[in-house]
Every structure is written in structure tokens, then in C-alpha cells.
């Protein structure tokens, strides 16, 4: 019997974008359709890096944005409608980076977090 996370399945009636190791790719892809924004990626290599993040589909692009910077991989450039995507060049970290971030949202506890995996 295969195990089925129920983030992945509730996260739309959640009104929350959830990605569990996905491709930093398909993230920006499904975040530039939902805030209409072009990404473009310096280096095609960094579009495989695999992020966790779960954050609201309300929340500010440049909060959403900053949160992937924070994980010390990339660097997000805004310009215009564009979002330019490049590697950050900092020594490498041992263990995959973790953070949350509590916040509350209409009445009840939400996290925004997001975690790095190489």
C-alpha cells in the first residue's frame, strides 16, 4: 500500500501552493502562471535544484521569492514582468537547509516554510 501525503492532495482546497522536492523548474513554472510573471534561469542546471516550500497562493511573489533566496542556492532579480533566476555562489552547506516561518492568516495559524535538499 503506497503512502499518499495528504499536503499534496489538500493544498488546493487549502488555497496553498505545496512542492515536496520538486524542481525549482516546475515551481517557477506554476508560480509565474499564477502571478503572471516570465522566469528566466541564468543556468538551465539550476532549474533541477529541488526545493520543499509551502506557502499561501495569496502570498506577495517577492515574499515567495524571498524565501527561495533564503535557502542561499539562488537569487531571484525582479525586472518588470520578468524574474531572473541565478546560482548563488556561497560555499556549499553541509545538511540541507531547513526554516518556517509562523504567521497568522485570515483567523487561524498557517506556516510559510520551505526546505532545500541538494
Partial sequence: MKKVDTNVVTAWIRDMFYFDEKPLGEIMQELSRWYEFK???EKESLKQRK???E???YEDIDKVLKLIEET?????????KRRIVKKLCLERREK???SSNQKIETGHVGSTSHRYNS
Fill in 55 to 57: 506557502t499561501s497562493r
Fill in 72 to 80: 542561499h542556492v539562488v537569487t531571484c532579480r525582479k525586472e518588470g
Fill in 51 to 53: 526545493f520543499t516550500i
Fill in 96 to 98: 540541507p537547509y531547513t
Fill in 39 to 41: 522566469v528566466i534561469f
